[in-house]
């Protein structure tokens, strides 16, 4: 069962559904159906695995952020449907991928769809919105301005959180009232800015040693990580922000991406660096357009070292984070191959389309060198199957789907680009990722941990408590499993110290819990770090598109969509600590 993809196992290709598993064979896997990820909005994970795995019958239930959350103060029902795919129930059940060419890198979509649940008090619906054309222009790297403060100085601290102004009270909402022993302390909670009807997107998040920044629609805003007061103004962007490096570079660097104009066809392709210890911005670029259907419609963005590379439809431009200076680009190669995905961190990853149409149609996956863009090794995918997310890059651990998105399968590769191990296990997987198809975003998953020896992946729980299954990368086979300690689900936040992190959910009257579990050794039993408090459940259990992060003793949860609602303040962020 650890074959490398150019040697499919033997065998029947799955069993039918509600019957034992069969060993897979045939073509690159056995059939997997798919499964709801945690979290809203989100693409649908096939979820069993496909080329080394085994069958099972697709859920009928979604995830438990899929679940519905009861009214209260802060949060009522939200909408059903997800992506525009309204289910018969009000249940957030991620509907299929998309249809079409088995291969997502092959250009944009016109048709962008986006999901908003971020509202404190009410969840948003299903946006819609169309993007094409534009103007080509060649990129441009300059000094920019100081930031421009949008608010009040950066000695304020919001009453109104989240809005630039106050008079500096500390917990306007009194939402420390009733804490109980033991229990953490909300350090401060921010609300969001004014976002458009159609919604707005609220991506990345970054901790430095003393400062937490958040994106939001056309705002970076940065907060005291202990008092939660402004550690330097608002920068505020001429358009909606539409990309950000999700990890910074090591001096603290990171590159924000605006939108050309406020039009149907404007363009992802106005770049900001900005120095995250003090709000300066850096150098500015626009973003090219590349050959003929090479469009920057919508890009990623990714840092390996001190390259910055922005991914268009069919090829990538790399510049140096520091000065904005052009390194290379990555175009068509080969047997009419085109970089379509880009991984960046520990290493510079392009996944590219080959042969679209043809008999021999493929994806290939290459290791960059990210000062020169020259490939150092070339991995081969065979046809009908798609990489869809890179979950690690130190090693690189690819998640892959077939054309019907109906298995999937888990490879971890050498150095040189070889088949390492492949993830031999019958357990539903369910970490939340986003839609590659949609975004380019191959690095776009939460829930999953990787370190030097052990993937760690939450399992799908419909109700109640799942588990975190620790798979050996030298096997592709179970090591270990832990429960979540409470009747929510639990997933992996990091891997570090020889101990996995892991966030257990909050409940509408139950506080979430930061947990750690010994990685090495006979016992893997959860130790609670943190707890946050009930009297805050109803805020922090309805942050259903959300990130999260743990670090130096504080958690810190926040919205990656606002929906727009113009009759409550939305939520942004909350912090925790002891």
């Not at 960059?368 to 065979?382: E, V, Y």
Request: proline fraction near 11%.
């Amino acid at each position: 069962m650890t074959q490398p993809p150019e040697q499919p196992p033997s065998g029947g290709y799955g069993a039918p559904p509600n019957q034992p598993p069969q060993p897979p064979s045939g073509g690159f896997g056995a059939p997997v159906p798919p499964q709801p990820g945690y979290g809203y909005p989100q693409q649908q994970q096939p979820q069993q695995p496909g080329p080394y795995g085994y069958p099972q019958q697709p859920p009928q239930q979604p995830g438990p952020y899929g679940q519905p959350q009861q009214p209260g103060p802060y949060g009522q029902q939200p909408p059903y449907g997800g992506y525009g795919y309204p289910p018969p129930a009000p249940q957030f059940t991620p509907p299929p991928p998309g249809g079409g060419s088995r291969n997502p890198f092959k250009g944009r979509p016109a048709l962008v769809i986006a999901a908003a649940v971020a509202g404190l008090l009410v969840v948003g619906g299903t946006v819609w919105a169309v993007t094409s054309g534009g103007d080509d222009k060649k990129p441009v790297a300059e000094k920019s301005d100081s930031p421009s403060p949008s608010g009040g100085s950066a000695t304020d601290d919001p009453a109104n959180p989240g809005d630039g102004s106050g008079d500096g009270r500390s917990d306007p909402e009194n939402l420390n009232e009733g804490r109980k022993s033991g229990e953490a302390k909300v350090l401060w909670y921010k609300e969001a800015p004014d976002a458009p009807g159609s919604g707005a997107d609220a991506p990345g998040m970054w901790i430095t040693g003393r400062t937490a920044v958040k994106a939001a629609y056309k705002e970076l805003v940065a907060y005291n990580v202990g008092t939660g007061k402004p550690t330097w103004p608002t920068v505020t962007f001429p358009q909606k922000i539409c990309a950000v490096t999700p990890v910074k570079s090591d001096d603290g660097k990171i590159v924000v991406a605006y939108e050309s104009g406020v039009s149907d066809n404007a363009k992802c392709n106005q770049l900001q660096q900005l120095d995250l210890n003090t709000g300066a911005k850096g150098w500015t670029a626009v973003v090219p357009d590349g050959d003929l259907f090479d469009s920057v419609l919508s890009i990623g963005l990714s840092v390996t070292g001190k390259t910055l590379m922005v991914g268009r439809s069919q090829s990538g431009i790399a510049y140096d984070v520091d000065t904005g200076k052009k390194l290379f680009e990555k175009k068509k190669y080969g047997a009419a191959c085109f970089p379509g995905g880009f991984a960046g961190g520990a290493k510079l990853i392009s996944v590219s389309s080959c042969g679209a149409g043809s008999s021999t149609e493929h994806d290939e996956v290459q290791e960059l060198d990210p000062a020169t863009g020259k490939a150092r090794w070339t991995k081969s995918i065979p046809k009908g199957w798609t990489v869809d997310h890179v979950y690690s890059l130190d090693p690189v651990v690819l998640y892959m789907t077939d054309s019907d998105h109906k298995h999937w399968n888990i490879s971890t590769l050498k150095n040189d680009g070889s088949v390492r191990s492949q993830v031999d296990s019958k357990a539903a997987f369910a970490p939340t990722c986003g839609s590659s198809f949609i975004d380019s975003d191959l690095q776009g998953c939460q829930g999953v941990a990787v370190d030097a020896s052990t993937l760690y992946l939450p399992t799908d729980a419909t109700t109640g408590a799942n588990q975190i299954v620790a798979i050996d990368l030298a096997t592709g086979k179970e090591k270990w499993r832990v429960k979540s300690p409470a009747d929510e689900s639990m997933v992996p936040v990091k891997a570090e110290g020889g101990k996995l992190l892991a966030y257990v959910d909050a409940s509408y009257d139950a506080g979430g819990q930061i947990v750690s579990v010994p990685t090495t050794g006979s016992s893997h039993k959860t130790t609670k770090l943190l707890q946050m408090p009930a009297g805050t459940a109803q805020i922090e259990s309805s942050f259903f598109s959300r990130d999260i992060d743990y670090v130096d003793g504080r958690f810190y949860i926040s919205s990656t969509r606002l929906n727009g609602n113009d009759d409550t303040k939305e939520k942004l962020m909350l912090a925790y600590g002891k």
